[in-house]
Nanobody
């Protein structure tokens, strides 16, 4: 069983920055591939960024590449998403997720359905 809790969302102006954090529990959390997803009203949930167990492999959606950075601290059981140069189109609920099918692997998947544990989400609103 994996429990995930996101925090750090809020209102920010275009061009601003925000850092999201995901606190995880679970005996083997440090072995799982982790990801961040987002979902806007009326839209399907989409992949934002992912990171494998060691942090050696990362993957980003084209829309956020160069602006967002995913990282993890296995000693603290946390995964973070640093978001810079935010745009109004980044507005969405942001969710962290665990892919427990990838254990100490090099694989970072982008498919929503491959992740089996999800947090409650935290709202990010980019507006003037």
């Amino acid at each position: 069983q994996v429990q995930l809790v996101e925090s750090g969302g809020g209102l920010v102006q275009p061009g601003g920055s925000l850092r999201l954090s995901c606190a995880a529990s679970g005996r083997t959390f440090s072995s799982y591939t982790m990801g961040w997803f987002r979902q806007a009203p009326g839209k399907e949930r989409e992949f934002v960024a992912g990171i494998n167990w060691s942090g050696a492999t990362t993957h980003y959606a084209d829309s956020v590449k160069g602006r967002f950075t995913i990282s993890r601290d296995n000693a603290k059981n946390t995964v973070a998403l640093q978001m810079n140069s935010l745009k109004p189109e980044d507005t969405a609920g942001y969710y962290c997720a665990a892919d427990t099918f990838e254990v100490r692997s090099e694989i970072v998947t982008t498919a929503t359905m491959h992740y089996d544990y999800w947090g409650q989400g935290t709202q990010v609103t980019v507006s003037s």
